[in-house]
T-cell receptor, first 116, second 111 residues
Framework: GAVVSQHPSWVICKSGTSVKIECRSL??????MFWYRQFPKQSLMLMAT?????????EQGVEKDKFLINHASLTLSTLTVTSAHPEDSSFYIC????????????FGPGTRLTVT | QKEVEQDPGPLSVPEGAIVSLNCTYS??????FMWYRQYSRKGPELLMY????GNKEDGRFTAQVDKSSKYISLFIRDSQPSDSATYLC???????????FGTGTQLKVEL
C-alpha cells in the first residue's frame, strides 16, 4: 500500500520559535494533502487542506498566518507552526488521498510537538 | 449538532467478548463509511470500510451501515488484547474529499 511519512516524529521547541513539519508521500503523488491536529484523548480535527501549486484551504477557526502550509511538490507538504505557544503542543498528522476517486486515505505516523 | 457522534468510552471488555462500536452522523451526502484504528501515539490505519448501506465482513470484524437511520456500527468478534486501541469512524463523500472523524472510542481488551 501507499506510504506517507512525517518528519520529525517528535520535536520540542521553545515558546516563540517556529517549527516545520514535513509530510511526504513516498511511492505516489498527492496533489492534495490534509493536516490534522489531535489533542490527548480527542479525535483528529482537520486543520487545513494542502493543495499542490495553490493556496491551502483552512478550516474555520484555524489561523492561516500561524499555521503556514506549503505544498511544494507532488510528494511534499510542509506545516510550519510560527511563534509557537505551549497551547500548540499537540499531535499533528497528515494524510493523502489515494488515486483519483479512491476511497482510501493514507495517514502519516504523526509528529508530536511539545512547546516549552 | 456535530456531524459525527461517537461515544468516547473508554470501553473495557474481557478477552473473547463481542464488541460493538457505534457512530451516528447527520450528513446525508456521506457515501463511504470508514473505520480507522489508532494505537497510542500513532497515526490512524484503515481497518475497513463500507460503501452505502449494508454489511461487510473481514475476519473478526464486521462493519454495518444503516443510511436510513444514519447509524454506523463496527463489531469485533473474539476480541483480543491486541485489539486494544482507539477506533474512529469516519464517513465521507468519497473522491479524495476530507474525512470527518468521530471522537473515537477507546477500547481495552483485558486478559
Amino acid at each position: 500500500g501507499a506510504v506517507v511519512s512525517q518528519h520529525p516524529s517528535w520535536v520540542i521547541c521553545k515558546s516563540g520559535t517556529s517549527v516545520k513539519i514535513e509530510c511526504r508521500s513516498l511511492d505516489f503523488q498527492a496533489t492534495t494533502m490534509f493536516w490534522y491536529r489531535q489533542f490527548p484523548k480527542q479525535s483528529l480535527m482537520l486543520m487545513a487542506t494542502s493543495n499542490e501549486g495553490s493556496k491551502a484551504t483552512y478550516e474555520q477557526g484555524v489561523e492561516k498566518d500561524k499555521f503556514l502550509i506549503n505544498h511544494a511538490s507532488l510528494t511534499l507538504s510542509t506545516l510550519t507552526v510560527t511563534s509557537a505557544h505551549p497551547e500548540d503542543s499537540s499531535f499533528y498528522i497528515c494524510s493523502a488521498p489515494g488515486t483519483s476517486g479512491s476511497y482510501e486515505q493514507y495517514f502519516g505516523p504523526g509528529t508530536r510537538l511539545t512547546v516549552t | 449538532q456535530k456531524e459525527v457522534e461517537q461515544d468516547p468510552g473508554p470501553l473495557s471488555v474481557p478477552e473473547g467478548a463481542i464488541v460493538s462500536l457505534n457512530c451516528t452522523y447527520s450528513n446525508s451526502a456521506f457515501q463511504y463509511f470508514m473505520w480507522y484504528r489508532q494505537y497510542s501515539r500513532k497515526g490512524p490505519e484503515l481497518l475497513m470500510y463500507t460503501y452505502s448501506s449494508g454489511n461487510k465482513e473481514d475476519g473478526r470484524f464486521t462493519a454495518q451501515v444503516d443510511k436510513s437511520s444514519k447509524y454506523i456500527s463496527l463489531f469485533i468478534r473474539d476480541s483480543q488484547p491486541s485489539d486494544s486501541a482507539t477506533y474512529l469512524c469516519a464517513p465521507f463523500t468519497g473522491g479524495g474529499n476530507k474525512l470527518t472523524f468521530g471522537t473515537g472510542t477507546q477500547l481495552k481488551v483485558e486478559l
